[in-house]
């Protein structure tokens, strides 16, 4: 079975330029999260989206925008790249956001997308 | 402000020994446990996870010990092997608020084990 898939695999930008990053989830799971990896750190929420509804934000700027197709992909935006954005951005999908059962909101992660900003 | 504390920031175990790795939380809208493994170059991997209405979980090698009004839990590695050897994040998942379903990680454990 074909796990959380994420493109590009790295990428290098230049500050002030934008990137698009891509996740497909887990077939059959309809609820993708983004997070954002420092080096040294653990993740960082930036988005949540349900169902293609955003469901939860973190505390990341207005740069950073996010949606969910009908096939339950998504892309992150991030506009007017600076310095500091460069990470490891991760997508992570699950079954559902909240079931009475087991395992339907447990977080299965992407490789990530290694993104420079230089 | 750091919601999930985690300890040590790194960890040597000799092989077949004990790897004990501890995590501490404040909020507690938090409902599930989650404990990942990350490999250098790779994205994070479920290993195991718990519900705060069970106060222990055993899978393999790995368990999770939980103790609610504390609000602690931490991960045991029996028999640790070399190829265990990696980065291990607790994390929490915040069931209320605007940020629903949302994963608070700690900062990390870098776990070497020697042969």
């Known amino acids: 079975d074909a796990g959380v898939t994420q493109s590009p695999t790295h990428l290098i930008k230049t500050r002030g330029q934008h990137v698009t990053l891509r996740c497909s989830p887990i077939?059959?799971?309809?609820?993708v999260s983004w997070y954002q990896q420092v080096l040294g750190q653990g993740p960082q929420f930036i988005f949540q989206y349900y169902e293609k509804e955003e469901r939860g934000r973190g505390n990341f700027p207005d740069r950073f925008s996010a949606r969910q197709f009908p096939n339950y992909s998504s892309e992150l935006n991030v506009n007017a790249l600076l310095l500091g954005d460069s990470a490891l951005y991760l997508c992570?999908?699950?079954?559902?956001?909240?079931?009475?059962?087991?395992?339907?909101?447990?977080?299965?992660f992407g490789p990530g997308t290694r993104l420079t900003v230089t | 402000q750091q919601q999930v504390k985690q300890s040590p920031q790194s960890l040597i175990v000799q092989k077949g020994g004990i790897s004990i790795i501890n995590c501490a939380y404040e909020?507690?809208?938090?409902?599930?446990f989650p404990w990942y493994q990350q490999f250098p170059g790779k994205g994070p991997a479920l290993l195991i996870a718990?519900?705060?209405?069970?106060s222990e979980k055993k899978e393999g090698r790995f368990t999770i010990s939980f103790n609610k009004s504390a609000k602690q839990f931490s991960l045991h590695i029996m028999d640790s092997q070399p190829g265990d050897s990696a980065t291990y994040f607790c994390?929490?998942?915040?069931?209320?608020?605007?940020?629903?379903?949302?994963?608070?990680f700690g900062q990390g454990t870098i776990l070497t084990v020697h042969p």
């Open positions: 909020n507690t809208a938090f409902d599930y």
């Open positions: 994390a929490a998942r915040d069931a209320g608020g605007t940020s629903y379903g949302k994963l608070t």
């Open positions: 992570a999908s699950s079954l559902a956001l909240n079931f009475p059962g087991q395992g339907a909101y447990e977080q299965y």
């Open positions: 077939s059959g799971h309809k609820s």
């Open positions: 718990i519900r705060p209405d069970v």
